[in-house]
């Protein structure tokens, strides 16, 4: 996923809708409206296959199909769609429209979706493999590579596989110098690891620019672990007038936003987790070649229980609150696991909520956190691979959270 998650902001008027004024009767009443002179789009500069400031990404072509149904031209604000997206784009108010989000992420008006995709396998179809799940008793001897904090990576705990798994990271600053998330696909190329747990249009993306042959099977859905998302388009909240424009443009525009994800190889599935379209084969040359990354990460599930249904036993404390080696070992804990990827550096969120303040989805006290984190909330929408984690490097991270706690002193229940 965003949040992810670093740009010229580009702002464009909108069109107005002229208001009826009250006519003699002898005068027939005429309701003047604009069509939007522009779709103010928060692209990302860089970010194959999804977008570049060249327009070469399939969301770019898509961004154009969608504008000229609305009788519009896109216009973009770029950020880099990583931690901080929402909040350096819509919040701000320089763009209008994400594409790329998954249905369900809390900080924008998400639309109907637009297609379906979900993670898969994929090797190098010379090896010999014929994989269908992640339970082929083969990968047990095998190097699996898999982007860090992902679903699947919890579906490889599971399995008792992280032995042979390599992760790789979906954050990057594109002026630096770390990996691109391509780099596990390119890895998989040449032989560093045997298999790829990949979200489909990333590695499907490179089953079509890659000069080596790869085979793609997309993963179903497991019990705690969904594997497939929808995935929409986000307005800012309240925006109804633009998302139901924007569902009109994706019923009307269907087949050609199909026809531009087969171009670029993305693994289109049905919502019973059946494959409509999953791309085999390399180097057809059928979209630009370049980089990219699962910028949304995505994880949408359920509503949450209360708090109190989540924290029926008996309450655990944390030992190490108000310890402050416990709270700096937590916070190179936080670091060292990824937390920071998904909640901000400093707590204050990013792709996912703030752990700083007072909006507790399932409550605030040590148990419920401490359950959240270690995977026994079953409506939680965060990985579950902390589950690995042990109790006390649990609590120590909790207790970094705690240090840096920001809300209201009256509602600590800690």
């Known amino acids: 996923m965003t949040g992810t998650f670093r740009g010229v902001v580009v702002v464009a008027a909108v069109g107005a809708c002229a208001l009826l004024a009250a006519q003699p009767p002898s005068i027939t009443p005429v309701l003047a409206q604009s069509p939007p002179a522009s779709l103010r789009v928060c692209g990302d500069p860089d970010n194959l296959p999804y977008s570049n400031e060249r327009l070469e990404g399939f969301e770019n072509r898509i961004a154009a ?61 010379d090896r010999g493999y014929d994989f269908r799940s992640l339970d082929a008793p083969e990968l047990q001897q095998l190097r699996i590579g898999v982007h860090v904090n992902t ?19 979906l954050f990057f600053d594109p002026r630096g110098d770390r990996d691109r998330p391509r780099k596990l696909l390119d890895d998989l190329v040449a032989g560093t690891v ?32 969904p594997l497939s998302f929808d995935i929409s388009m986000g307005v800012a909240k309240g925006n109804e007038a633009l998302k139901n424009r924007l569902e009109a443009a994706i019923d009307r525009r269907q087949a050609e936003i199909l026809a531009i994800l087969e171009e670029y190889g993305v693994p289109v599935v049905t919502s019973g987790g059946g494959s409509a379209a999953v791309p085999t084969g390399g180097g057809s040359g059928g979209a630009p070649a370049g980089g990219g990354t699962d910028a949304a990460n995505p994880a949408a599930e359920s509503a949450p229980p ?65 359950r959240l984190i270690k995977g026994e909330i079953p409506e939680q929408t965060m990985p579950t691979v902390y589950s690995v984690l042990e109790d006390e490097e649990v609590w120590k991270i909790l207790a970094f959270i705690r240090s840096v706690y920001a809300g209201d002193p009256g509602r600590i229940d800690w």
Not at 85 to 95: K, P, Q, S
Not at 153 to 159: K, T, V
Not at 323 to 350: I, K, N, P, S, W
Request: hydrophobic share 40%; net charge negative; glycine share 12%.
């Open 151 to 169: 679903p699947p990576e919890e579906s490889l705990a599971r399995r008792g596989l992280l032995d042979n798994v390599s992760t790789y990271s």
């Open 306 to 370: 209360s708090a109190a249904a989540a924290s029926a036993a008996p309450a655990k404390l944390n030992p190490f609150t108000g310890d402050a080696d416990g709270a700096a070992e937590g916070r190179t804990l936080y670091f060292q696991v990824g937390c920071q990827g998904c909640h901000g550096g400093g707590g204050g969120g990013g792709m996912a909520t703030s752990v700083i303040d007072d909006a507790w989805t399932f409550g605030s006290d040590d148990e419920v956190l401490f």
């Open 194 to 225: 045997d298999v790829a747990v990949a979200w489909g249009p990333l590695a499907g993306y490179a089953a079509r620019t890659s000069d080596a042959p790869l085979e793609l099977v997309p993963l179903a859905d497991e019990p705690g672990v």
């Open 65 to 125: 199909v969608v504008a000229a149904e609305l009788g519009a031209t896109p216009v973009y604000a770029w950020w880099p769609h990583q931690r901080g997206l929402v909040r350096n784009t819509i919040d701000a108010g320089t763009c209008d429209v994400i594409f790329g989000v998954p249905e369900g992420l809390d900080f924008v008006l998400w639309t109907k979706p637009y297609y379906r995709s979900s993670y898969v396998m994929t090797w190098r179809n």
